[in-house]
């Protein structure tokens, strides 16, 4: 079982370039998120998709955009990179918004802005 | 502001004892509280759950408790293996979904 996949799993890009980081979940889930994690800040949420077509800010989601272009993938972009978005990201799905359910975490994208 | 406060420090553990970590919260009534365990390099991965109505959770070598008068919940590991260090987790839940994780404690068991 594949699970949550993120890709690319590390990457360095200049101050001012755009990337897209991939998610893609096999487990049928509806809800999927993307978080960051900084030393001694923990995991922050950027974006959440409660479902296919939606999607809604989190607590950091400034200099960030999203697609969730189906159920299974949601993608995030930094259409300018900037040094304080130097972080690892991850990317979580859940079955649903509401629930018991716990979420599942793909194993990171390490992301260094120069 | 919702707060969660985990041990800032690093918890040093003797192999074969039982390991306590403290999740307090403020602010907030959370509906459920989840742990999970972050190894260097991976994701979290989802320990336990327990629902503000119970007092104790097991589940083989853990424990978990939530005191929503304390606002605290407390997570044992019993006969503690060097395998079982890693970061660990509180994640408070709301009944509206907003989970808020802590910072994480990290968990060093010494052989």
């Known amino acids: 079982n594949a699970g949550v996949t993120q890709t690319p799993k590390f990457q360095v890009l200049k101050t001012g370039q755009s990337m897209t980081l991939q998610c893609a979940q096999d487990?049928?889930?509806?809800?999927m998120y993307w978080y960051r994690q900084d030393p001694g800040m923990g995991l922050r949420l950027i974006y959440y998709?409660?479902?296919?077509?939606?999607?809604d800010k989190g607590e950091v989601p400034n200099g960030y955009n999203v697609s969730r272009l189906n159920k299974r993938e949601f993608s995030l972009r930094l259409e300018s990179a900037a040094p304080s978005q130097t972080s690892v990201y991850f990317c979580a799905s859940r079955v649903d918004r509401v629930g018991l359910q716990p979420q599942h975490f793909g194993d990171g994208t390490r992301l260094s802005i120069l | 502001s919702q707060k969660i406060e985990q041990n800032s420090e690093a918890l040093n553990i003797q192999e074969g004892k039982t390991a306590t970590l403290t999740c307090n919260y403020t602010n907030y009534s959370p509906a459920y509280l989840q742990w999970y365990r972050q190894d260097p390099g991976r994701g979290p991965v989802f320990l336990l759950l327990?629902?503000?109505?119970?007092k104790e959770k097991r589940k083989e070598r853990l424990k978990v408790t939530f005191d929503t008068t304390l606002k605290q919940s407390l997570f044992h590991i019993t006969a503690s293996q060097p395998a079982d260090s890693a970061t660990y987790l509180c994640?408070?839940?709301?009944?509206?979904?907003?989970?808020?994780f802590g910072k994480g404690t990290r968990l060093h068991i010494l052989p």
């Open positions: 994640a408070p839940l709301n009944r509206d979904d907003k989970i808020i």
């Open positions: 327990i629902r503000e109505n119970e």
């Open positions: 487990m049928n889930h509806n809800s």
């Open positions: 998709s409660a479902s296919e077509g939606t999607t």
